[in-house]
């Protein structure tokens, strides 16, 4: 699946084009010119570079942490799936509440200080984490990691900006997101060779190489130069230093994307609950639109991005995100009383749809909230616009479970319902900041 849009190179040069006898241009096929092409894939600075090989890293040690993390809980720390759960959700909120001010002091203090300090942080929880043998230990456990997990992601965003630049920005963000998935599905693979030990050690040793990886990417982060010093909000006055919650626009714009970012839990939720409850599907096709969500990603998350640092081409992917859901939903309802191939075939079709607007989105919600956030408040902004996200994770499995799921076709209509309405809306929010006179 591709997106146009316009690509962040001139088709003018003279490494790409050739001119054939009758004067007409011609790809340049000569060695040169296809070195210059694979080159493009990555970003054109070397922070950028640095930045995708930290993402590698981090999601390495996520993968191996992830693939584990719930047998070690059980098995080795002795917790029931009900402490856990309990655990969990008092992360997020505690997630939730810490992220908007850990941005505010980012932009106080440097954006880069922080993100590294946050990376420390983790890697010292997570070794606390290792040799969790109670309810009350992981508890404290779970929301010292939730304090420092909801606030990277906006302040490795803003670093990114801070490092590369605006006009390469969203494309090393893409690049980061393809690596990252590459680093999920190598860590999973890694974790699960650990896991089939089956000894106390071997769980410990997942748990502790994720906090190996956190080190090691704050180690990395605080030598990656930036073309631009963050810290420059160093205004007095709490409320004067929340000026994001009181930006109507932003704070619509975080409502609207929470929306449509919604195919996060449609793909691990929803789409799984759907096939095993209400499809002649097989059940291990669970499996297989993880697997092909995932090499989606990997295979177009950059070309899909080009021109998203255009607010108007971000907000237009948005649009296209919105209307790629509405038609995941359509597709899921009319798999339900089919054959198991017919579902089969609807329900991989849908997740192809989801996995564009998964694209879609996550290219367009870059664009617009870099776009939309003041360049001496990028923390804090991209701090709030982290929390639809953050939302969506605690409202969108209720929704799906609750009233989507088990209300079948017209459940299915109903959301893809919201999504059409979404898109709709958002161009006409997300349109360009007015500059100053």
Sequence with gaps: MTAPGPA??????????????????????SARARLARLTRVFPSTAAGNQLVFVALIDSFGTGIFLSGSVIFLTRVAGLTGAQIGLGL?????????????????????????????????????????????????????????AMAEKAT?????????????????????????????????????????????????????????NAASFLLAGILLARIPLLNPTASAR????????????????????????????????????????????????????????LVNTVLVILLQVRVSRGCDDIVVASSRMRWAAGALAGC?????????????????????AVILLTGAEMWQAAGSWGISFE??????????LSVFSLGTTLQSIVGPVLLTALVVPHATVGWLGLGAMFLVTGLILPAVATPRRQPA
């Design 372 to 381: 939309l956030a003041p360049p001496d408040r990028r923390g804090e902004y």
């Design 89 to 145: 959700s008092a992360a997020g909120i505690v997630g939730l509440i810490s992220t908007v001010p850990i941005g505010v002091v980012a932009d106080r203090i440097g954006t880069r200080k922080v993100l590294v300090a946050l990376q420390i942080w983790r890697a010292a929880w997570f070794v606390a984490y290792a040799y969790t043998g109670s309810f009350p230990f992981f508890l404290v456990v779970a929301c010292m990691l």
């Design 235 to 290: 205004r007095t006055g709490p409320w004067h230093s929340l000026a994001s919650l009181r930006d109507g626009r932003y704070l619509t714009l975080t409502g609207l994307n929470g929306i449509v970012v919604m195919h996060m839990t449609l793909l691990s939720v929803g789409i799984p609950l759907w096939i095993l409850t209400h499809t002649s599907a097989p059940p291990p096709l669970t499996g297989v639109i993880i």
């Design 8 to 29: 962040p190179h001139s088709t003018n040069d003279p490494e790409d084009i050739a001119v054939s006898a009758e004067g007409r241009p011609q790809p340049d096929t």
């Design 153 to 209: 992601g906006p302040l490795n965003q803003a670093v990114i900006a801070a490092a590369v630049g605006d006009n390469d920005r969203v494309r090393t963000m893409a690049l980061v997101r393809v690596v990252r998935n590459v680093g999920f599905s190598l860590g999973a693979l890694a974790g699960t060779t650990l896991v089939a030990l089956g000894s106390n050690a071997g769980f410990r040793s997942i748990i502790l190489t």
């Design 329 to 349: 939903c359509l597709l899921l309802g009319l798999s339900s009383g089919t054959t198991s191939v017919v579902a089969t075939g609807l329900i991989v079709a």
